[in-house]
């Protein structure tokens, strides 16, 4: 499970403020939290904050990286901003992200064979997320085509199947969990699978409790990956208990011990 640490995003307060007052301590604080805590990769946003989001993007990468020699996932609609990113990393990044529409795949996919990026793929396109399995695994389709035409080895595709909050979207959880399935089928090798957790629950109660256990239940589907709350430690206890079940790590009474240990 790889596990992509949320919090360095312009959409919480202070890191919204760090990128408008060019503060780097709560950057760094964030970067060096989640890496303690097991991430595998710092997600950067730059959020709504930034006047100036390709300088900002570029501030970012260099702050995070004086701290932390995690890879990054540079997270923006604006491919510019990423191209700036990419240019200052000092590790392959992760591109969030790219739907499935053509002028944005002819604008991600050779930027991402020229920097040896990983790229996230979104299940969407122009008429928006689709609710059923069947819709989504044809978009994931169309994504896998682009990532072997434009030569982006499949290993470094991600397909995010675009969990909705459940509190208006309850359906649409069992068909993200369908396309999870599918998604393993369509090449090979086939593409990873990855969630931005916490979207299954903006806005409600116990949003904890939901996150951990819609990663359980997507884990069990084939979940290869999660943009999350890494210094959730029932979150994190829940991914180390849910690999001992499904036999991807060997049990021992230390078995928390040792995940938190070996992330």
């Not at 949320?6 to 919480?12: D, K, L, V």
Request: charged content about 25%; hydrophobic content about 45%; proline content about 6%.
């Amino acid at each position: 499970m790889i596990l992509v640490g949320e919090r360095i995003n312009g959409m919480f307060r202070d890191v919204g403020r760090a990128i408008a007052s060019v503060d780097p301590h709560p950057i760094q604080e964030w970067a060096q939290r989640q890496e303690a805590a097991g991430a595998d990769y710092l997600d950067l946003n730059c959020g709504p904050a930034a006047e100036d989001p390709i300088k900002a993007m570029r501030w970012l990468v260099d702050t995070v990286q004086a701290v932390s020699s995690l890879p990054l996932c540079l997270d923006s609609t604006n491919y510019d901003v990423i191209e700036a990113g990419l240019e200052r990393c000092k590790r392959p990044a992760l591109i969030n992200s790219c739907p499935a529409e053509r002028p944005k795949i002819e604008r991600v996919f050779p930027m991402a064979k020229r920097f040896g990026a990983k790229v996230i793929g979104l299940t969407m396109d122009k008429k928006g997320i689709p609710k059923d399995a069947d819709s989504r695994t044809a978009l994931a389709m169309e994504i896998v085509a682009a990532a072997d035409e434009f030569g982006v080895p499949l290993e470094d595709l991600w397909i995010d199947p675009l969990i909705l909050p459940v509190n208006v979207a309850q359906d649409h959880v069992v068909e993200v969990l369908e396309t999870i399935r599918r998604v393993k089928t369509l090449s090979s090798p086939p593409p990873k699978t990855v969630v931005g957790l916490s979207n299954v629950s903006q806005k409600t109660v116990n949003r904890s409790l939901l996150d951990r256990t819609f990663m359980v239940m997507a884990m069990a589907a084939g979940l290869d990956g999660a943009i999350c709350n890494v210094c959730d430690e029932e979150l994190m206890n829940s991914v180390a208990t849910a690999r001992i079940l499904l036999n991807q790590d060997v049990y021992a009474d230390s078995y928390l011990k040792v995940f938190r240990k070996r992330q």
